[in-house]
DNA sequence: GTCAATTAGTTACATATGAAACTAATAAAG
DNA sequence: CTTTATTAGTTTCATATGTAACTAATTGAC
């Protein structure tokens, strides 16, 4: 067989973009599951409340861009957190257009409640892995990130 | 601060579940757009021509089952590669609900011209990594995959 | 054989998503 | 100032997706 004939066949199970899809989705399912099962959240508002509990007074735009969240999603995850009552949004002083969230107490305790349950989802998805790996696997997504960045397109 | 204090932080960026679905989704948008833009495929299309290719003569459900998609995404797929005739369908002689899957002539024309490109974009993807790392990847991937199996439910 | 249960695949419906248009506020140019 | 351009965020609309209901064919129990 010739080598062009080799690198002709493609098998999708051994195809990164496709194992990196088929992983992505089934960690993504399950966490999924979990958030909504719990506490009724969608993984797009539980992004918010994340983001937002690690930096109050964020704005929606700024959420967007430390979440990979497109506005019209984060605009919708924000409008469902406030109608639960999770978050309050009130407008900026100095930026009438620009509005700061918060978690409201009732969003604190249940941001309080996901962290923990989240971290061990993480824990038990890598405790097959040895702290080297662990490593290996973080320097690798770097590398892949950094590669697949659309500011560097390969395709 | 107390062990507890620290481990209630969560980063989002630095959580793997976020990590994975931003990298696959940016590389799955990279080369959507390849699909679409060079062939006029979406990737459930791609992935359906891609089995169909190396197994003539796979059904809709055998299909599902290699490429990760539900049935009714592989059926959508399938009904619409036979409409710009990639693909042709035979009702199997011993199972009547049964139908048989062939690439076209048109369609492994096409077939073959985008495995080379999909191998080529998976090459670019992998090239910042060494043969060292390319092998690890595949290691880590292997055991985060069983690990996030939903045979075995973390959460 | 006949009737219930299973399987392959499609269709219908309800929800999710993204692109583009839109509104309101601010900034920039003259 | 005033008018033009830009920015933050929302709404609209068209498409994509998943669940459940459905049709058609096969298998199994009797």
Redesign the interface.
């Known amino acids: 067989m010739s080598d062009e004939e080799k690198?002709?066949?493609?098998?999708?199970?051994e195809?990164?973009?496709?194992?990196?899809?088929?992983?992505?989705?089934?960690?993504?399912?399950?966490?999924a599951?979990?958030y909504d099962r719990e506490f009724g959240l969608t993984i797009w508002q539980w992004?918010v409340m994340?983001?937002t509990g690690?930096a109050p007074g964020i704005s929606a735009t700024e959420i967007g861009q430390?979440?990979?969240m497109d506005k019209v999603a984060v605009s919708r995850a924000i409008a469902g957190l406030i109608e639960v009552g999770h978050i309050e949004r009130k407008t900026s002083e100095s930026d009438g257009r620009r509005s700061e969230l918060f978690l409201t107490k009732a969003g604190q305790d249940i941001y309080?409640m996901i962290?923990?349950i989240?971290?061990d989802?993480?824990r038990?998805?890598?405790?097959?892995?040895s702290s080297d790996?662990q490593d290996?696997?973080n320097?690798?997504?770097q590398?892949?990130?950094?590669?697949?960045?659309?500011d560097r397109?390969?395709?």
């Open positions: 690198k002709t066949r493609l098998r999708l199970r195809f990164l973009p496709y194992r990196l899809s088929v992983l992505s989705n089934t960690v993504s399912r399950g966490i599951n979990l992004r994340a983001v690690d430390r979440t990979a309080e962290v923990p989240a971290l989802a993480e038990k998805l890598m405790e097959t892995l790996e290996q696997l320097r690798l997504m590398k892949l990130a950094a590669s697949a960045s659309p397109p390969l395709w």
